[in-house]
């Protein structure tokens, strides 16, 4: 497992949804490295950002809030490991 932190826009001038989605799925296929493989966004992403392989997770400011989300991330992890 490895972790990579990223801001948008990932390439200067994207200024569509189009244009970012394409960077996104760019970015997904780049991290797993296979179509099957699930990434975790543990950030908040603009509206519009969406990709089927990316997998919402309790972001990082929730998990310093409520402590329980540590949980559920964990859980996230070992049910996509199995």
């Known amino acids: 497992m490895t972790c990579e932190t990223t801001s948008f826009p990932i390439c200067e001038g994207m200024d569509t949804a189009e244009l970012a989605n394409a960077s996104l799925a760019g970015y997904v296929f780049k991290i797993g490295r296979s179509e099957e493989i699930q990434v975790a966004a543990l950030t908040l992403l603009?509206?519009?950002?969406?990709?089927?392989?990316?997998?919402?997770?309790?972001?990082?400011?929730?998990?310093?809030?409520?402590?329980?989300?540590?949980?559920?991330?964990?859980?996230l992890l070992s049910d996509s490991a199995d």
């Open 46 to 75: 603009p509206d519009g950002l969406e990709h089927p392989n990316l997998t919402t997770a309790p972001t990082l400011d929730e998990m310093l809030t409520d402590s329980r989300l540590k949980r559920q991330l964990w859980k």
